[in-house]
């Protein structure tokens, strides 16, 4: 079992839609979760971060953490084409390092 | 004001060749990691120094050899360059891996190594 599994996607939602992503994770104690967006070429870049069960809103993006079934996920309100990137999910574990989850491609077309 | 700066940006080199990687952060972190993406962008964690110790080493092949002459530093070198090591290498760096904020890390650009 991978210790950070994201649906492999890719994703594919019409403009102005909600985009959901989710990930699960096996390290029960993890701690800190982190969602990055990276563009095609670019680096990765956070856009949330989460720590306690329950949601957290940014603007349109909205975290959801639920530790007693190992699940974060990142909704994206009203979807736009330039949300069109991979979308990271990381968590961060006891041993004091970062786990990234495969990624899922998003694709939003107008 | 670049905050992770990496050089070269790209690298094109031929197999068995010996080639290094730079990076730099201006972010006042403790912590600084190398990254490796595959052409299927799975981002994979390779090293990891704070405060210029090596904390994490994944399993990666002792070709690939870590140096951090400061906590604003981490460079990579890498041994025999072989055909499978063509990818996108990362550098990062993170405030405090223990502390309250958790593990906010900070990319730089990438650098582009291609092996022919």
């Known amino acids: 079992q991978k210790e950070v599994e994201q649906n492999s996607g890719p994703l594919s939602v019409p403009e102005g839609a909600i985009a959901s992503l989710n990930c699960t994770y096996s390290?029960?104690?993890?701690?800190?979760f982190f969602w990055y967006r990276q563009y095609s070429g670019k680096s990765p870049e956070l856009i949330m971060s989460?720590?306690?069960?329950g949601d957290k809103e940014d603007g349109r993006f909205t975290a959801q953490l639920n530790k007693a079934s190992q699940y974060v996920s990142l909704l994206i309100r009203d979807s736009q084409p330039s949300d069109s990137a991979t979308y990271l999910c990381a968590v961060h574990t006891n041993a004091g390092k970062s786990t990234f989850g495969d990624g899922t491609t998003l694709t939003v077309k107008p | 004001d670049t905050a992770v700066s990496q050089t070269p940006k790209y690298l094109v080199t031929q197999m068995g060749n010996d080639k290094s990687i730079k990076c730099e952060q201006n972010?006042?972190?403790?912590?600084m990691y190398w990254y490796k993406q595959d052409s299927k962008k799975f981002l994979k964690i390779m090293f990891s120094?704070?405060?210029?110790?090596?904390?994490i080493n994944e399993t990666v092949p002792n070709r690939f050899s870590p140096k951090s002459p400061d906590k604003a530093h981490l460079n990579l070198h890498i041994n025999s360059l072989e055909l499978g090591d063509s990818a996108v290498y990362f550098c990062?760096?993170?405030?405090?891996?223990?502390?309250?904020?958790?593990?906010?890390?900070?990319f730089g650009p990438g650098t582009r190594l291609l092996v022919l």
């Open positions: 990062a760096s993170s405030q405090d891996p223990a502390g309250p904020l958790g593990e906010t890390q900070y």
């Open positions: 120094y704070n405060n210029k110790e090596l904390i």
């Open positions: 972010l006042g972190h403790d912590t």
């Open positions: 390290d029960r104690g993890s701690q800190s």
């Open positions: 989460i720590y306690s069960n």
